[in-house]
């Protein structure tokens, strides 16, 4: 299975959980236990964002720094840069 699919196995888990968290927060649920809940679905983004990080590096990234155009290059330098930026916010 390629980082892509596990990717989407952790976006499908995050979407179940999140679903629940919503339901305990609608239930007036213990707050300790939806914030543990919470975290799961955090960890499970966070995962799946590394996943396509590593996908996108080992991909279109290395296709882009063998490539002799020079724009293309920078482009996605940029790209990367600015996503790593969002993910540390």
Known sequence: MDKKQKALINFKKANSLLA???KMTENSEYCVSIMQQNLAVIGLLKSAH??????????????????KNEKVKEQMT??????SKLANK
């Open 20 to 22: 629940k968290v919503i």
């Open 50 to 67: 590394q996943l396509l990080m590593e996908n996108h590096l080992s991909s279109c990234f290395k296709s882009a720094m063998v490539s």
């Open 78 to 83: 940029k790209e990367i840069l600015a996503v």
